[in-house]
Every structure is written in C-alpha cells, then in structure tokens.
C-alpha cells in the first residue's frame, strides 16, 4: 500500500480549541482540545473524503494552455459591425446605474 503526504495547517481556533485543515481541500478540517486531537481528525475528514473518489494528476501542454487563455482574444470584436450593439451597451448601463431596483433607470 502506498502514502501519500498532504499538508495540514494547524491553528488557534477559539474557545482554546485548535483547528486543522487538510490545505487544498476546504471541506477536511478538525477541530479539538488538543493540536493531535485536531489533527486526528481532519485526518478522518481527508480519509472519508478520499474513500469517495480518487486523486489523480493531469498533464497539460504547454501550448494548450497558451490556446486556453486565448478564448477571449479570438471572440474579441465579435460584435463590430453589429447595429444593435449600441443599444444593447446602453441597456447594460441603464441597469447598473440602479441596481437595487426592480425597474431600469430612467
């Protein structure tokens, strides 16, 4: 059987109890009177938490990246040319300049 190591952040929480966080998953965190009590049990959290599925790790290219990040340069000027868009920005900042209301500002 293999281990893995996972890092876990230990802290004063309040009422004098300690706090442990599994870092990297938000929902693996014990708490308890003592930092090994605490401990304890965020390792608990972690091991249910694992016992629901399994970690794994994903190669990505470097240049799929880059060509993930480009989305928003190759949509814009999407809308150049387009003779409702003026009216469409217009209606956009007539909602913004109310936003508590249930009606667009005038």
């Known amino acids: 059987m293999s281990t893995t190591q996972y890092q876990v952040l230990v802290r004063n929480g ?9 870092l990297g ?7 308890g009177r ?3 009590e605490a401990i ?3 390792r608990a959290a972690l091991v ?3 016992a629901q599925g399994d970690i794994v790790t994903i190669d990505v ?3 799929e990246a880059v060509s993930a990040t ?6 814009a000027g999407r809308f150049r040319g387009d003779p409702t868009f003026e009216e469409f920005v217009t209606e956009i900042q007539s909602e913004r300049r109310d936003p508590d209301s249930d009606e667009p500002a005038p």
């Open 70 to 75: 480009n989305v928003w340069r190759e949509e």
């Open 25 to 31: 998953m938000a929902d693996c965190v014990g708490e």
């Open 14 to 22: 309040s009422s004098d109890l300690f706090v442990a966080s599994v």
């Open 34 to 36: 003592t930092r090994e």
């Open 40 to 42: 304890a049990k965020a």
């Open 61 to 63: 290219e470097s240049n």
């Open 48 to 50: 249910d938490r694992l």
